[in-house]
């Protein structure tokens, strides 16, 4: 049978049955989705942390200069974003609060 979707809620046509569409909240990026849309590429994200440290390889992302104190770089350890509020650098599936 064909669903129609109409405000939020899902009609199988033939019963007039409506069942609520319910949001989730994804906890990795924050957003709301639908999980009938979830993708492999509907989460961006960071999977690891924003850190305030010198970096293994210093010159690869910044540079520091003699004088700074360790905690002058900050950055995201998985990629090297200096922006706290960069876009994600990892794609995959939403993941709810409900999921284990």
């Known amino acids: 049978m064909a669903e129609l979707a109409i405000n939020g809620a899902i009609s199988n046509g033939v019963t007039g049955v409506e069942t609520e569409v319910k949001e989730k909240l994804c906890r990795r990026c924050k ?3 639908d ?3 979830n ?7 960071h999977p690891s942390f ?14 520091l200069g003699p004088d700074d104190p360790p905690y ?3 950055f995201y350890d ?3 974003a200096e ?3 960069a876009l994600g650098c990892t ?3 939403h993941v709810s609060y409900d999921d284990e």
């Open 31 to 33: 957003q709301s989705y």
């Open 35 to 37: 999980p009938s849309k």
């Open 39 to 45: 993708t492999t590429s509907s989460c961006r994200f």
């Open 50 to 63: 924003f850190v305030c440290r010198r970096h293994d390889d210093q010159k690869r992302y910044y540079e």
């Open 72 to 74: 002058a770089a900050k």
């Open 78 to 80: 998985c990629c090297g």
């Open 83 to 85: 922006d706290p509020d």
């Open 91 to 93: 794609t995959a599936f």
